[in-house]
């Protein structure tokens, strides 16, 4: 039963995982195992605050210890214009992570490499043609393709499994402005502030969860001993 | 003490004498038999009252907050989910609640194809069942497009085209159940009023006729034969035992077993790995941007695997249809002369494996694009689906059955 369990469950998370980077070259990184906790929250909070807030807004998440904290609250938060940017404005980040995942959004600040024929002077693996340039570039350094667009486009048809990870393909063409490991744990911080902004009673779901299956167990308990000595009259 | 125990006779005396409340609860609940050997399957039943009650509390409460308009849907849906106290907790409850039921009822249906509980004299029961399946379905549809998100919205656009399939009067009739020539927050509306009141009533209708005929006719058993036709002196079946207080107590251990399952997952995987909460329906509807794959939620996922297996939409949409319909001949197609798997030849096992299998295989197929092997892969499994059922009067009928005892054994 638990392998079977364990099966499905694989099976599951497999299906999402193909089904989410479909058409990107690469596969998904894992993020970084990294425990969440305020200060890290704080930490990437103030990230975004600084690097993403010019454009992006997070227009469900309204005031809170967290945010407070890091600088962003709505009144910071820029006021999208539908019909700017050519129809294609900015997207609201707030549910960026339970629509992607927090893998794809940990591998997309890796997906940047130089592009010359591209205004921004930069492309990108897993949204091929974005017009957003990468927001980390001074701090992360620049990235180069190693193969070809055409190579790149036979990655896109391969099955998932078959898909190399983003260091395969791209190289470092010039250092960031901090250590890489710095920067990843960093990065990692944003994406656990974007977990967190997504679905912020995360953590009070969780905790509430044990406290009502420990009630049910001991109930359950309790019904299975009246249970057993209601069908002791039947013997 | 004993005047306060006098007026307390009093009252119930009272209530009695006008409405008869013991009576009812004597009569369906005390001197309700039911087969002493109702295993695991038939905790189902209960599980599905228990899922409907569930549905019922939190839409009220999630009603009260949300607004079915096309500009505040979703951020009504947000707001519930982060500024409503325990609103989160509502609205996973009613998420989770939704795929509950349709795994409730799946193995309930298995249960009764299983035990053969359609067959005579339980046909009407079978049937107001089969309409509470598709009565849930709509249940179930029509709230999926609530929250407006991108699924919600492509999901409802799927589905009313299938409409536009029928000859003749399709546009006419699209048109007419959209309210509007594309969707819109008028089908939006519509859905919102369809959900919360017209589907409720009917379900609850319809829940109360399927026990009214249970009650009436008895429970099969996993035996396949009839307690009632031994009984004692005074008419009590002989393999009978008092629904209360024998399953009551036997009911609520299992809820509870249900619901520590249940809140396992409301609490620790609400999304449930993409199954239950689809990441796509995550992103506000936008009537511009098509998503990559439509795909309905899981429980739907086997039905849509045969729309698209048919080349052709209108025949597609037919087959879809059928399969739900087809279940409503089965008591005239099982044509075995025992009720129960257990006495049944190995005809009857192998189709009703392959049922799970293809309907399961079904489900899988219909969360991929319908290409290639995957394509072919469907077609067959359609075929193998309504083989079951269309093939039963030919494989009920030929195959050796065990003589099933007289009484329960043990």
């Known amino acids: ?137 001074q701090l992360q350094g620049t990235h180069q393709l190693m193969i070809s667009k055409d190579q790149l486009s036979v990655l896109e048809k391969q099955p998932a499994s078959q898909k190399p990870p983003w260091y395969r393909i791209l190289k470092t063409m010039h250092a960031g402005s901090i250590p890489a490991a710095e920067f990843d744990t960093q990065l990692t911080e944003l994406v656990l502030f974007l977990e967190y902004v997504g679905e912020p009673h995360r953590a009070a779901r969780e905790a509430l969860g044990g406290w009502v299956i420990m009630f049910l167990l001991i109930f359950f308990v309790v019904a299975f001993l009246l249970y057993r000595e209601y069908w002791k009259m039947l013997d | 003490m004993s005047q306060r125990r006098a007026e307390t006779s009093g009252i119930s005396d009272w209530i009695n004498q006008r409405l008869p409340v013991n009576q009812f609860f004597i009569r369906h609940l005390v001197n309700y038999f039911a087969p002493k050997n109702l295993n695991f399957w038939y905790f189902f039943g209960v599980f599905s009252l228990v899922v409907l009650a569930n549905q019922v509390l939190t839409g009220i409460a999630l009603a009260m907050v949300y607004t079915p308009t096309g500009a505040e849907a979703f951020a009504s849906v947000e707001h519930i989910m982060r500024h409503v106290p325990y609103g989160w907790l509502l609205r996973y409850m009613h998420s989770t609640g939704a795929s509950a039921f349709f795994i409730v009822i799946y193995l309930h249906i298995y249960r009764a194809l299983m035990y053969g509980s359609y067959r005579m004299p339980r046909e009407l029961l079978w049937l107001t069942g089969c309409v509470l399946f598709m009565v849930l379905m709509a249940e179930s549809f029509t709230g999926y497009v609530l929250p407006w998100g991108q699924m919600s919205f ?218 290639g092997g995957y394509l072919i892969m469907a077609r067959i499994m359609t075929g193998v689906y309504f083989a079951c059922f269309l093939a039963m009067p030919i494989y009920t009928r030929i195959e050796s059955c065990r003589t099933p005892p007289k009484r329960i054994q043990g």
């Open chain 1, 1 to 137: 039963m638990r392998k079977f369990f364990k099966a499905f469950i694989s099976i599951v998370i497999a299906l999402n995982v193909i089904e989410l980077c479909d058409a990107a070259p690469i596969r998904l990184e894992s993020m970084p195992q990294l425990k969440s906790s305020q200060a890290r929250l704080i930490s990437g909070g103030r990230l975004f605050a600084q690097h993403c807030m010019q454009c992006h807004s997070l227009q469900y998440f309204t005031h809170d210890p967290i945010g407070d904290a890091s600088g962003v609250v709505p009144d910071r938060m820029p006021k999208i214009d539908p019909e700017a940017w050519s129809g294609h404005p900015p997207p609201d980040l707030s549910l960026i992570t339970r629509y992607r995942g927090t893998d794809w959004l940990y591998t997309y600040f890796y997906s940047y490499y130089q592009d010359a024929s591209r205004p921004t002077g930069s492309n990108h693996l897993l949204t091929a043609n974005t017009s957003m340039p990468n927001p980390f570039e």
């Open chain 2, 154 to 371: 492509w999901g409802a656009k799927v589905i009313a085209e299938l409409f536009g399939t029928i000859p003749g009067i399709g546009t006419t009739l699209v048109h007419w159940i959209q309210g509007d020539y594309v969707i819109s927050e008028v089908l939006l509306k519509r859905f919102f009023a369809f959900h919360v009141i017209a589907v409720p009533l009917i379900l609850i209708a319809m829940v109360m006729l399927h026990i009214v005929a249970l009650h009436s006719v008895g429970s099969n058993n996993p035996e396949g034969i009839e307690i009632k036709d031994q009984c004692d002196r005074r008419g009590r079946p002989l393999d009978g035992i008092q629904f209360h207080p024998y399953y009551t107590v036997k009911d609520i251990m299992a809820v509870l077993g249900f619901l520590i399952v249940f809140a396992w997952v409301l609490f620790y995987v609400p999304e449930f790995w993409g199954l239950f909460l689809e990441p796509a329906n995550f992103q506000p509807a936008n009537p511009l941007v098509t998503p990559a794959h439509i795909q309905p939620v899981w429980y739907f996922s086997s039905f849509f695997a045969m729309l698209r297996a048919v080349p052709d939409k209108s025949y597609g949409a037919l087959v879809m249809l059928s399969a739900v319909v087809i279940l409503c001949f089965v008591p005239w197609l099982d044509r075995s002369p025992v009720r129960s798997i257990r006495y049944k030849g190995i005809g009857s096992k192998i189709a009703l494996s392959c049922l799970v299998l293809s309907f399961s295989i079904l489900g899988f197929l219909g969360t991929q694009p319908a290409v």
